[in-house]
């Protein structure tokens, strides 16, 4: 039996030739992307690749991510109340230094990627011993890792996960990830409107009818740089009126990922007359739509629908370039259900460092994670 053996890099110019080929089915785990978030991450983020081999070959690739949480300007201001403050002074005081097996960017299972079946007692041992690996790093930095996280994994990764040496890990569920699955019969927006209960569809007419007077483009390169300061205010907005931020994006972000992935990533801006007011993103990862960040003018939002309505749009794009589903991720759980979006539950796995905190574990991570009361909406007839 051969011995499954990891390599740790902090920079893509060192990555095996062959990564790519690796991660081929996974578009958030090729060296374009890679690129983007090397160039372009957010400020208190620091990536690191992982290559995995089985014997002398390379079978697998996985990404893993710093976060130096007390360079934020802010976890958020939407809600101000005291359960806020309290999730506030533990990230500062006991978790300001944060390690992520996977993506802590994007809802998914995007952590790793394999291109040969491998028994999870591999994929168990090698997120764990990478894990202690990246940890002995930092500590000869004289950094502290406070939290380590293995994010975002299927119910059924999760469960055979449990068995092994996440066993004595926090298994975590936080909002669940919002997947439209897109019946391969649907070939126009006129069917998926048709496909909805006459309330739904009323409420696809009356937002249609709200966005009147907006004109929507997708942006080649040169206008996402003209563009690039009113996208990052619009995207700003948003992120910091989220009720939870672990990092913002870089101001150049938007432009770098269309530079690296060109039409593979989609940037539609939103205008009234020549005034840029919105816009959404797109990346196409296969037979799969994700859908990625976003920002609006706030008044706009309101007096057009202009949220619901780039919902509409990212799934007209999807249906009519017959993508097999679109990932809307995490957050408005409830309006994305309205438009046809159903909740998928992700596990993740959490532990602190400090043995003491992290028997408190099951204590204090309800408080870092703020509470979503929703109705899932079931728009279809």
Not at 17 to 25: F, G, L, Q, R
Not at 281 to 289: F, K, M, R
Not at 339 to 355: D, E, Q, V
């Amino acid at each position: 039996m051969k011995t499954t053996t990891c390599k740790i890099y902090s920079s893509l110019n060192q990555l095996p030739n062959t990564w790519d080929e690796v991660a081929h089915d996974n578009a958030f785990l090729q060296t374009p992307y890679l690129t983007v978030l090397e160039n372009a991450a957010p400020t208190n983020m620091q990536c690191f690749y992982i290559a995995i081999y089985e014997g002398d070959i390379h079978i697998g690739v996985a990404l893993a991510q710093y976060l130096e949480v007390n360079k934020l300007e802010s976890f958020g201001e939407r809600d101000q109340c005291l359960k806020t403050y309290v999730r506030n002074f533990i990230f500062k005081n006991f978790a300001s230094h944060v390690l992520f097996l996977g993506n802590n960017m994007i809802t998914g299972q995007n952590g790793y990627a394999f291109n040969t079946h491998t028994d999870f007692s591999n994929i168990s041992k090698m997120l764990v011993d990478c894990a202690h690996e990246i940890i002995e790093y930092f500590k000869k930095q004289h950094i502290k890792i406070h939290i380590v996280s293995f994010k975002d994994f299927y119910q059924e990764c999760a469960d055979e996960l449990k068995k092994l040496d996440f066993a004595s890990m926090y298994d975590f569920h936080t909002q669940p990830n919002m997947i439209f699955e897109l019946p391969s019969e649907w070939k126009s927006i006129e069917e998926y409107i048709a496909a909805f209960s006459k309330k739904y569809r009323d409420q696809y007419k009356r937002a249609h009818k709200k966005s009147e007077g907006i004109r929507i483009k997708e942006l080649t390169y040169d206008e996402i740089l003209f563009h690039e300061k009113r996208i990052y205010e619009l995207y700003h907005h948003v992120a910091k009126n989220a009720p939870f931020n672990t990092f913002f994006l870089a101001p150049h972000h938007f432009s770098t990922f269309k530079k690296q992935c060109g039409n593979r990533f989609v940037l539609c801006g939103y205008f009234i007359e020549d005034t840029l007011v919105g816009f959404h993103t797109l990346l196409l990862n296969g037979s799969v739509l994700e859908t990625y960040f976003l920002g609006y003018d706030e008044q706009i939002q309101k007096e057009k629908m202009l949220y619901l309505n780039m919902l509409y749009n990212m799934t007209q794009y999807g249906i009519e370039n017959q993508f097999k589903k679109i990932i809307f991720g995490r957050t408005a759980l409830e309006i994305k259900s309205s438009i046809g979006a159903t909740p998928l539950l992700m596990t993740g796995f959490i532990y602190h460092t400090n043995s003491w905190i992290n028997k408190l574990m099951p204590v204090i991570f309800p408080k870092l994670e703020p509470n979503v009361a929703w109705q899932q909406r079931h728009p279809f007839k």
